[in-house]
């Protein structure tokens, strides 16, 4: 994980009422990938990790279609923060209930609704997320 630079930690706390526009969020957004988070070239480019980045399992290097499923599925859960940029939440949250790892996609491109994502350690993941459909 990244070094913190931030002075207290990030809250990863899901938002509290259920939008209406969460079918049309979900619609609208496309998962981009990082090269930060891969050690294996992928959809996202040739791998450039960081010292401090969480590394994404090689398998998903080469299947955007199923991860951009998971961050559309979790936005239609509500599975995001309340914090927002423009019109799109800046975290989203997704739990793959096979590896039991819970991912975080963070808002790369607001107005393209382009997102990257990243494998969380249990200690830093949301305590509860909501069922995905």
Known sequence: MRAP?????????LISELPEDREIMARDVSYVGSPEHKDTP??????RPRADASI???ALARDRI????WLRRA????NYSEFFEGDLPRYVWYLDEQSCI?????LVNREQGCYKGYPLNTSEAPP???PVP
């Open 5 to 13: 630079r931030r002075k207290r930690p990030l809250q990863r706390v």
């Open 42 to 47: 992928s959809f996202a480019g040739h791998p």
């Open 56 to 58: 994404c399992d090689r």
């Open 66 to 69: 199923a991860v951009e499923k």
């Open 75 to 78: 936005i239609f859960a509500a």
């Open 102 to 106: 819970t991912y975080e996609a963070r």
């Open 128 to 130: 509860v997320l909501r």
